[in-house]
């Protein structure tokens, strides 16, 4: 493609802005033409019970229709919003697309981890309609909208046929949850009979975490909706290395932002041993987002590499690179390809 593009680029909390340094270097030794447009957003400067991102991030956002973004920090148990519940609502990104494969050199207890998590991303548990009905009790309101589960198991399917997949596993508790988790699985039937290409299966959720640790390798395109989504897509990351490996792209109609999903690691922040490949691998499908399949592929492939090769891993990897080292041994790699 070759067009330039003008890319929203929030670090984040922690250390988000050393690996988001990291990936900016890696595009810059690649040539790869993005413009970054940094915006800065913090849990710390969000008021307690206050769900507004700023105004220029927002703005920046729709204009470029397409951000990265590292981790941002959500207190627990406290009454801040949790920023990437609201950037997600904010710009409607409907589909959370969390890929999860094995990695040359390094060992886990699989080897054939080859997935995709696609997680419904606006509704379900996550609505964010609680209230305490009586002191001590709690109610949490679950969401489920023929809409939204239309358009994910849509997605799901397409996304199928787009990346040569052959199968969607639709994950549920409909035999639980009838009404709400029952009308996720029609929507997911109703699109599985649009695509006869495409195999299809339905498993309960706590059957499927079972199956995943059995047999990773029996998955290919899983849709869920959005509490199990979360879990289960940690879970796959688990199954690879960890969160640090782990690529997101969170998809809208016409605005996708693509974010490494591990914490924040106050413990190593500020110094420079933070492993940046989420964030990387996460830069890299947005590259095939906007058309640069070509150059998202060699940047992949080279830190792909280096993993391999195992000459520099950070800390999290068994290794003692930093960050900077690791983004070198990439930028080593894509040079002398």
Not at 164 to 179: L, P
Not at 206 to 228: E, K
Request: some cysteine.
């Amino acid at each position: 493609m070759n067009e330039h593009t003008t890319v929203t680029l929030i670090p984040g909390d922690g250390i988000g802005p050393e690996i988001a340094e990291a990936v900016v270097g890696i595009f810059a030794d690649a040539s790869a033409p993005i413009s970054w447009e940094r915006m800065e957003l913090s849990s710390a400067g969000v008021a307690e019970g206050s769900p507004l991102l700023p105004d220029e991030l927002v703005a920046s956002v729709r204009k470029n229709k397409v951000a990265l973004k590292g981790p941002l920090a959500t207190p627990i148990g406290s009454g801040h919003v949790s920023l990437n519940l609201a950037i997600r609502k904010a710009f409607n990104l409907y589909a959370n697309v969390r890929p999860a494969r094995s990695l040359a050199g390094l060992t886990t207890r699989y080897d054939n981890v080859d997935l995709v998590v696609v997680r419904e991303n606006t509704e379900g548990e996550y609505s964010g309609l609680e209230h305490e009905v009586a002191p001590g009790v709690v109610e949490s309101i679950k969401v489920i909208t023929r809409t939204a589960s239309e358009r994910i198991a849509r997605y799901a399917f397409e996304y199928a046929v787009r990346e040569n997949r052959h199968k969607v596993s639709a994950v549920h508790k409909a035999n639980i949850m009838k009404k709400s988790d029952g009308l996720f699985l029609q929507c997911c039937r109703e699109a599985a009979e649009k695509y006869p290409g495409i195999e299809y299966e339905e498993l309960i959720v706590d059957n499927c975490c079972m199956q995943l640790v059995r047999d990773p390798g029996r998955f290919d395109v899983m849709v869920l909706p959005n509490l199990y989504g979360d879990i289960v897509s940690d879970l796959t990351a688990g199954l690879v290395g960890g969160l640090g490996l782990a690529p997101s792209g969170n998809i809208g109609d016409d605005i996708s932002v693509f974010e490494s999903v591990h914490g924040t690691a106050p413990d190593i922040a500020g110094q420079g041993k933070a492993n940046p490949t989420a964030l990387l691998l996460s830069a890299c499908m947005m590259l095939r987002h906007i058309g640069e399949t070509d150059l998202g592929n060699r940047i992949e492939r080279a830190c792909y590499d280096v993993l391999a090769e195992g000459r520099f891993r950070t800390g999290d990897l068994g290794g003692t690179a930093g960050t900077e080292a690791f983004a070198g041994a990439v930028i080593g790699k894509l040079q002398s390809a």
